[in-house]
């Protein structure tokens, strides 16, 4: 301590070297200028959970932040650019709804679109068709089309959102480079003790399997989920959310690539869970989330391999989860970002984004050795938050099926929800009232998409929409569908944009 103050952290040790891990170290190493070692230890032996390729809008700040050139990260990667997630027989078999990026039309004197949309679906000639006709990005997934939107605000192209699919190793990778770049040490081996100080438990130092100790003052948990110093030495409890979120496996396997490269992915309804689709440049990556109290590992198995358009590379590799997270997500000198602190399912592909603002979260209330409770519990505060915020939105998903008959189905639809989805349900059931919370990570045009695009109906709609004169209402709709529609339609394809700009 010096002048009453505590002294600056300078020694961060960060355990784990998937993708929390190495997206830790490239933003932490902005640090190493100011005189914080940043070091990165991990085992190659245990090697990483090897899924993770879906991502969501919020990633392009993540890759601004570290001034990555995003053609370079595109080529690198072998990414694809996503507009949305297709989701396939969630409402019933054959049913087939987006959830895009981006806004449906815009507001008319401060009348939400969707409600002038519900207005004109219930007032019928026209028919005003899906509600995805109304945004960009959805427009341009269902025709294969991709292009980076425009920053001019009066141009319909600024209301294209998009995100990435890519190879998790090659991602891994690339940070990798960029860290040790930028100073971030890595040690290659295995964890097998944590030195925790005897009156206070903060943690001193983690011991290798050859004996050697590495010494920091900030530990950042990224082992996994195996959450080697939250959970196990912490001990901070693990809250779960199986009875809303059953499935507890999955097996994944890449594919050979076939047809057209679709800017979004695919999430399939199925027996007792969900099939995933990736497309990436170089193969597609596929996936079987399940519910292991309602189909056999076996079935499960069969399952996605015939679900397969392309060749399947290799065997298929199982996975076991649970659905929850730890109690606290920073706990004394300990931060537990990725799967060490928390797994939801990778349903609306949030588990990246939640490790970015973990980071993000982390750098803004960065510690000094002090350790002030005040902001570590404003972390917990903020981070569990989004957690629920984002556990709730997956629930809506499966609750909200009306695939009768089958035991998994049944059981998700007729479960009790979280009060505060129940709260968020009753105010769309009322006059289709969609309300962002503070720091929730999903738009009120998000769940608009899920909620219509699954059947779930108001029974009345915002009375102001009533008083807009009809006509006028749909005549601008039909207007902005059309803007819409030629915007769409001047796209190149995904694979025309890729090959010019960033083919791996
Ligand atoms: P891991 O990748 O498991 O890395 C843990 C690291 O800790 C490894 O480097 C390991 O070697 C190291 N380690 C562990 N123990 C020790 C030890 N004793 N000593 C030294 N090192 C150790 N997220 C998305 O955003 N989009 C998706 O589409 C998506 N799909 C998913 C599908 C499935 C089936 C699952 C299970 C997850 C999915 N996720 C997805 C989540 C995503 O994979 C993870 O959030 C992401 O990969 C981060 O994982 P991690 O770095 O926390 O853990």
Known sequence: MRDGQPGRVTKVVIVGGGTAGWMTAAALSRLVPSGVSVTLVESEKIGTVGVGEATIPSLLDFNRMLGIDEDAFVRATGATFKLGIEFRDWTRPGDSYLHPFGTHGRDVDGVS?????????ALGNPDPGPIGDYCLSAVAARRGRFTRPSANPQSVLSSLFYAFHFDAALYARFLRDLSERSGVVRIEGRVVAVDQDAETGFIEAVRL????????????????????????????????????????????????????????????????????????????????????????????????????EGQ??????????????????????????????????????????????????????????????????????????????????IILHYHANKRSGSQFWDQCRTMSIPASLSAKLALWLGKARVFREQGELFTPDGWIAVLLGQGVRPTSIDPLAATLPPGESARFMAHVRDMIDKTATAMPTHEAFIAEHCAS
Not at 329 to 353: K, M
Not at 357 to 365: N, T
């Open 209 to 308: 399997e050859d004996d050697r100790r590495v010494d920091g003052e900030l530990f950042v948990d990224c082992s996994g989920f195996r959450s080697l110093l939250l959970g196990e030495a912490l001990d901070v409890p693990f809250t779960s959310w199986k009875h809303w979120l059953p499935c507890d496996r999955a097996w994944a396997v890449q594919s050979a690539r076939e047809g057209i490269l679709t800017p979004y992915t695919r999430a399939t309804a199925d027996t007792a869970g969900w099939r995933w689709r990736i497309p990436l440049q170089h193969r597609v990556g596929n996936g079987y989330v399940y519910s292991s109290a309602h189909i056999d590992d076996d079935d499960a198995r069969q399952a996605l391999l015939a679900g397969l």
């Open 312 to 393: 399947a590379l290799g065997e298929p590799r199982q996975l076991h989860f649970e659905a929850g997270r730890r109690d606290r997500l920073w706990d004394r000198n300990c931060v537990a970002i990725g799967l060490s602190g928390g797994f939801l399912e990778p349903l609306e592909s949030t588990s990246i984004h939640l490790i970015q603002s973990g980071i993000a979260r982390l750098m803004s209330l960065f510690p000094d050795l002090g350790f002030s409770l005040t902001e570590i519990d404003e972390y917990n505060r903020v981070m569990l938050r989004e957690y629920d915020q984002v556990r709730d939105f």
């Open 113 to 121: 679109f969707h409600q002038l949309w519900l207005r004109q679906a």
